[in-house]
């Protein structure tokens, strides 16, 4: 008997509110999405609230409600997670931090930009590397990322009284208030101060700036946290799993639970992300895999953006270019499978930052018997033929455990 192979489409933020400039519908619903809708139309559409009460709407907390994992056991934060991607090893004592490199304007007062400008790989590194040589020592290392995102880790830190803010979440808005707070702040606060003479004059920032782009002019620290223990996938469902993402957070997360880490060439977590090659990565997955999950950042950037074009672009070529494809192969190899589609949380683009509320998703395959709902969008809130709250219930569901 051939075994059923799973797929999760995973589109970070897709959903959102309604829109003026859009007749009152939302992105989503604007979006022309015809695979999503054949998904709902052949099984089922419903909703799923990921976040639990009392936690920030963050991907980190939201994927890993999606995966299954209740959070509120033996999790601390998001950036361990993202240092397991980039193979940097916590000892119990450290904690790491998220380190965005971000562009602050008006004497560094104003958050211009969370990503600086979605700088690459390459700069970034480059003054990574140089803020780690001026400002790290024994205790405090910087490791280099993705594009903005890159690694703090302070050995033998302290996080009992410690607040930090998200810098997409005051994207246009003054950073008074939202900077580093608490008793464990200071060094923290003291490095992202000193970054700002640091970077401000750096060669790369001097030539992204004659080039009409922003500069890279500040660290901005959050996302701390001390190194999880996580079930591994496979003992948890008695399923092998693979993982497909540009973001060191969901490869993070694979590596914790136990999922091979597939790379794509190409995979920028922008709207500009290789959808081809993550699709081929997928179906090359399931050969040896019973489960692929299928992340794509770029609706979530776009939200945060506050880009109303680049999320529904994001969302068609989301559709388009790797959930039909793969849906295709599927059927045409005739393997017995399930697959859904959703986001982790709303980012709607009025707000630019993430929300706590429910979620649509699709699901269809072997098994799954269709209800009445035909379209893929917020009105599945309304109309869902199931819905699941709390979200850590779908994966159980989905996998036909529960």
Request: contains cysteine; proline residues 7%; aromatic residues 8%.
């Amino acid at each position: 008997m051939v075994s059923r192979k799973h797929v999760v489409f995973l589109g970070d933020g897709m959903s959102g509110a309604p829109l003026p400039e859009l007749g009152g519908r939302t992105t989503l619903m604007a979006a022309r999405t015809p695979h999503l809708d054949r998904m709902v139309a052949r099984g089922i559409g419903g909703w799923s609230l990921n976040t639990p009460a009392g936690f920030y709407p963050g991907s980190d907390i939201a994927n890993l409600g999606v995966l299954g994992y209740d959070v509120r056991q033996s999790y601390s934060g998001r950036s361990p997670l993202e240092a397991a991607a980039m193979g940097v090893s916590l000892a119990p004592e450290d904690v790491a931090f998220r380190c965005n490199l971000v562009t602050l304007r008006e004497d560094f007062q104003v958050m211009d930009d969370f990503s600086a400008g979605h700088i690459t790989s390459e700069e970034a590194a480059e003054l990574i590397r140089f803020v780690d040589e001026r400002l790290g020592t024994a205790a405090l290392r910087f490791h280099p990322g993705v594009s903005y995102r890159h690694l703090l880790v302070w050995h033998g830190g302290r996080d009992g009284a410690l607040r930090c803010v998200p810098p997409h979440e005051i994207t246009d808005r003054p950073v008074a208030g939202s900077l580093p707070e608490g008793a464990d702040a200071e060094p923290i606060l003291a490095l992202m101060r000193a970054s700002w003479a640091l970077l401000a004059d750096h060669p790369i920032n001097r030539s992204r700036v004659e080039r009409g782009l922003k500069p890279a002019n500040s660290l901005w620290l959050w996302g701390f946290g001390r190194k999880p223990r996580l079930t591994p996938f496979q003992e948890r469902y008695g399923l092998s799993g693979g993982m497909i993402s540009a973001v060191d957070l969901m490869r993070g997360i694979a590596v914790h639970l136990g999922m091979e880490v597939f790379l794509v060439e190409g995979a920028t977590g922008w709207i500009d992300t290789n959808y081809e090659g993550k699709a081929a990565a997928c179906l090359a997955g399931l050969e040896r895999h019973d489960l692929m999950f299928v992340h794509v950042e770029s609706p979530d950037e776009a939200g945060h953006a506050g880009r109303v074009d680049y999320k529904i672009k994001a969302m068609e070529d989301f559709d388009a270019r790797l959930v039909g494809p793969v849906l295709a192969a599927l059927e045409a190899r005739g393997t017995p499978f399930r697959a859904v589609a959703l986001p982790d949380h709303p980012t709607p683009v009025a707000l630019k930052t993430h929300t706590s509320d429910p979620v649509p998703f699709a699901m269809m395959g072997e098994g799954i018997v269709p209800d009445d709902n035909t379209a893929y969008d917020e009105g599945l809130l309304r109309t869902a033929s199931r819905h699941f709250d709390p979200g850590i219930q779908l994966m159980p569901y989905f996998l036909g455990r529960g």
